[in-house]
């Protein structure tokens, strides 16, 4: 596939290395944080790591918006899925993330019906095709994925279906940065940008982070190539003394994002006071739910859900390989009582979670060049 | 899209290339021979564009 | 809080202790992931049915005296796809298990569970298939058994083979027979079953074909005893898991490292596509014509060459090599340049496969 082949380049990654290491200072140890999860995926599946020197090193931060669901909720989600007539929808990925009691997955053996799909708009079609039961989609994601939401809301509206509903856990990526920032033990020289959060968002929700607290962030693309080179364009800027929104993933990213988008989703949702991220706590206005206008397809309204607050068992430390504070091996928990086949925090239950990842695939990295 | 029950595509932020191989009524395009994308984000597009899709819908165009 | 004893070494090595542990059954009920051929299946594997019976080595077929038996089960959903159909996966799956445990395949039972409500026009394009198929692996049907069931309740047909063979005299295999050195070839193109399988299911598209490539691999074993007999420790078909779930199991049972070099591994543009599209890597896709053989490195060469005159193998190809450190993993050497583990599946990527 041309549109990603080039950007896999083996040679021209160790020509990236080879300027990255020209860039750094002898002795000093540079902290660069990737919000996004898919960079974790990138940076593992391609050993993005073993390129870069000893003293550059990646923190892998809260991009997860699967993992972040508070225990609660995903108990919530489960007793709305065994409601009389209810099939319940949700992407794959949030099956297996434990509540309280189980996962979404044991629920499914026990015999309630929950089905995966790939968009809200499948779960929207299981609704016309099932007129005689209620479907409900469980909406997890940032600002990349509220829009299909969003849009499928539009049109069942429009179209007037009577029995589909959203159980609504959308989050967005500035407060917990923010909150990430004002944290006292965090010490970041600047920051990798999600990518396609900005394909929605545009490039300037993020200029706080250069003018608020003065470091820089370079907004990247998936491919290896794109991340070595957010890399060194991060580096480049410490060496210059310089703290700006950089773009790398232009050939997809508009400065503006998406205009359309941003009405869109000022129609359908609105902003919690504040929301629940398991492992970092209640963080203020990052939360969504349904505006009143789609009040008729709110699942929240529509039944019980038994909204009990389930604590994070007192053993995990989510909260601070989150906040890139420890490194996932040094958690008491990791490897042993937490693996991915039984992970107690949020850091491992998505692959692309940090202790997951690292778990999966990072745990024999390369010997790394000292600069 | 996603089959994978522990490839995460929301935490992953993935966008998929898909080309569009006919256009629907109603802001849908299909890409190969049953993917419906909502592309009211993107339109309008005709049949040999290439968007990148998160969660089925159209977020970008890809500039070939 | 870090303590000073708590070092990333200190670390990894728990985790490699925690994991050479017997595995132990502790699921309190079967979901798809016990099917899946990975970490999930190995447990029920190794935990439940291997203390109950009292086996502690899971071969591919068993032994007694100089016959090697086998049997498997087939679920595929749907049961035709292109490339073939559950009938012919029936005999050369079984037929397979056997070739790889260097066992001359000579017979097949058959046991048939139907739906009611069956055409009679499908069940017969199988029959036919199924005689075709045992009829190319050189296999006589000698036995079987007929079941109907309501509808509903098997997805057309569920087939069961058990296989019998008799070993050969050139081979001395065994899962843990592996030493540092020893290379790694795959017989062909990887990950083309799995792939079919879900074009068959019209769950997404695709503008390439893809098709099944199953087919019996005692050709292909035939050949290697012969030109490399001695230096051959073991072969294994990468069916359920793929070729991953083939080198972390012969990892483990021998105590080695694996190292594979991705950007040697042959996978076709079709197969790469799917994957990106699938969000799976080609590695863990189940593949039913492919074997993967563990060669002492003296052996190699010949070994490659005999692989590539057999119809069918003429990609085969050395994939990576077996060293010491970190025993009982997997490691790859990624196209990028960098490293990563590769461990045994978690999940179910592609229920039903086979």
């Known amino acids: 596939m041309k549109f990603v082949d080039e950007y896999r380049d083996a040679e021209l990654g160790r020509a990236l290395a080879a300027e990255i290491l020209t860039t750094i200072e002898p002795g000093r140890h540079y902290k660069v944080m990737e919000v996004c999860g898919g960079h974790t995926h990138t940076i593992y599946k391609y050993g993005v790591d073993d390129l870069l020197p000893e003293n550059v090193e990646l923190v892998h931060g809260p991009g997860c918006p699967v993992c972040v669901i508070p225990m609660g909720r995903v108990d919530d989600a489960i007793a709305v899925a065994h409601e009389d007539g209810v099939i319940f929808t949700c992407f794959g990925d949030m099956m297996r993330v434990p509540g309280g009691k189980g996962t979404l997955l044991d629920a499914k053996a026990q015999g309630a019906d929950i089905r995966m799909v790939y968009s809200p708009l499948d779960a929207l079609r299981i609704a016309r095709e099932h007129p005689e039961r209620h479907v409900v989609f469980f909406a997890v994601g940032f600002e990349t994925t509220a829009p299909s939401t969003a849009l499928t809301l539009m049109r069942a509206k429009a179209e007037g279906i009577p029995n589909f509903s959203v159980f609504c856990n959308h989050v967005t990526i500035v407060p917990p940065l923010r909150a ?58 410490l060496a210059d003394g310089r703290a700006e929104v950089e773009n790398q993933y232009k050939r997809v990213v508009p400065e503006e994002g998406n205009v359309h988008a941003l009405r869109v989703l000022q129609e359908v949702f609105e902003l919690r006071p504040h929301f629940e991220w398991r492992g970092l706590g209640f963080i203020s206005s990052s939360g969504l739910k349904l505006s009143d206008r789609y009040a008729d397809f709110d699942a929240e309204l529509r039944f019980e859900v038994p909204g009990v607050r389930v604590a994070d068992p007192k053993a995990c430390q989510c909260g601070e390989v989150l906040k890139g504070v420890i490194k996932p091996w040094e958690c008491k928990v990791f490897g042993t009582a937490c693996t991915p086949e039984r992970p107690i925090g949020t850091c491992m239950v998505s692959s692309e979670g940090a202790c997951a990842a690292y778990y999966n695939y990072g745990r024999f990295a390369r010997e790394r060049v000292v600069v | 899209m996603s089959l994978d029950a522990a490839h995460c595509i929301t935490c992953s932020d993935e966008g998929v290339p898909m080309t569009v191989t006919a256009v629907r009524p109603g802001a849908i395009a299909l890409c190969g021979t049953d993917v419906e994308v909502m592309v009211d984000l993107v339109e309008p597009v005709e049949p040999g564009d290439v968007l990148l899709v998160h969660a089925g819908v159209a977020i970008a165009r890809v500039e070939s | 809080m870090a303590t000073e004893s708590w070092t990333e070494e200190h670390v990894l090595g728990l985790i490699e202790r925690v994991k050479a542990k017997p595995l132990r059954f502790r699921d309190e009920q079967i979901t798809m992931a016990h099917g899946a051929g990975g970490k999930a299946t190995l447990t029920l594997i190794e935990g439940l049915l291997g203390p109950a019976f009292g086996m502690t080595e899971f071969a591919d077929a068993g032994t007694l005296g100089d016959l090697a038996v086998t049997t498997d089960s087939f679920v595929v959903k749907p049961i035709r796809f292109p490339g073939g159909s559950i009938g012919e996966l029936a005999v050369n799956g079984t037929v397979n298990d056997l070739a790889v445990s260097g066992a001359r395949p000579l017979a097949l039972t058959l046991s048939l569970v139907l739906e009611e409500g069956l055409s009679t026009e499908d069940l017969t394009a199988e029959v036919d298939a199924i005689a075709a198929a045992a009829r190319a692996a050189g296999v006589a049907i000698i036995a079987g058994d007929t079941k109907v069931v309501e509808r509903g309740r098997c997805d057309s047909m569920y087939v069961t083979t058990t296989g019998i063979g008799r070993t050969d005299a050139r081979a001395r295999l065994s899962p843990s027979a592996l030493v540092p050195g020893d290379r790694i070839l795959v017989s062909g193109p990887i990950g083309e079953h799995g792939v079919a399988i879900m074009l068959a299911r019209g769950e997404f598209e695709l503008d390439a074909e893809v098709e099944s490539d199953t087919r019996s691999l005692w050709p292909a074993v035939d050949a290697l005893l012969d030109a490399a007999g001695e230096s051959l420790r073991c072969i294994r078909d990468a069916t359920r898991g793929g070729v991953a779930s083939v080198v972390n199991e012969l990892a483990r049972s021998s105590g080695v490292a694996i190292v594979v070099r991705e950007a040697d591994v042959p996978i076709p543009p079709a197969v790469s596509g799917a994957c990106e599209i699938l969000g799976i890597d080609p590695m863990y896709v189940a593949n039913e014509g492919k074997l993967v053989a563990f060669v002492a490195p003296e052996g190699a060469e010949a070994a490659l060459s005999a692989l590539r005159g057999v119809p069918g193998c003429e990609a085969a190809v050395d994939i990576g090599e077996v060293k010491t450190e970190p025993a009982g993993m997997v490691l790859v050497e990624t196209a990028f340049g960098g490293r990563r583990v590769m461990d045994l599946l978690v999940g179910d990527p592609l229920p039903r496969i086979c």
Do not use: N, W
């Open chain 1, 180 to 237: 990430l920032l004002e944290s006292p033990d965090l010490r970041l020289d600047g920051f990798i940008g999600p990518g396609h959060v900005c394909t929605v968002v545009g490039a300037r929700p993020f200029s706080f982070i250069p003018a608020d607290y003065g470091k820089p962030i370079v907004i990247s693309g998936f491919e290896p190539l794109d991340l070595l080179q957010s890399v060194h364009m991060v580096l480049r800027q």
